[in-house]
């Protein structure tokens, strides 16, 4: 035990002494900066895949005159295929939403197909007076859980979630079959 300490003391008085303390200050801070930064990172990425991916949904709905159930199946997996190579699964949500404008230009439901998430009411609301009678519009919400790899021990998930607004390319109004 005594050599120990004496080699201890020894060292302390050294200069690698004083680096070794350095070190062990910096380090903590440095892999600290270092994780925020990879959680920053694949936040902001995730970010933009989101507003991709709702954009994406709604071109390929746009594309159809009518859909049935296999083709919003494959809207909604090309929609999550925006998030590889990250894992989209539960932390996924989309709703897919064609309306058709009134005489008074109030949106109807003419289809709607909503996973992993609440229905966004609020987006068709928004549309409404901005299409005469007979027009209508795809309106596809995603959302995206991101949990931080690393600093979710002191802050919570983030949710993104992007609206994307367009019109029918074939038809005036998209129908489900």
Known sequence: MKR????????????????????????????TLLMG??????????????????????????????VGDSE???????????????????????????VQFNASGNANV????TRNMSPNDEAIESV???????????IVTVQYQYEPYFASIFIPDFTFREVAFTRGRRSAVVNCV
């Open 72 to 98: 919003i199946e494959n809207i909604i997996d090309g929609a999550e295929l925006v998030f590889e190579p990250y894992a989209a699964g539960a932390a996924f949500g989309i709703d897919i939403v064609s």
């Open 37 to 66: 930064a990879v959680d920053i990172g694949t936040g902001i990425v995730l970010s933009q895949r989101t507003v991709s991916a709702s954009q994406t949904g709604a071109d390929l709905m746009a594309r159809n005159v009518e």
């Open 4 to 31: 120990i300490i004496k080699r201890w003391q020894n060292y302390k008085n050294s200069a690698s002494g004083t680096a070794l303390v350095e070190a062990a200050l910096l380090i903590p801070v440095m892999l």
């Open 110 to 113: 003419v289809c709607r197909e």
């Open 128 to 138: 409404d007076g901005l299409g005469t009678a007979g027009e209508g519009m795809v």
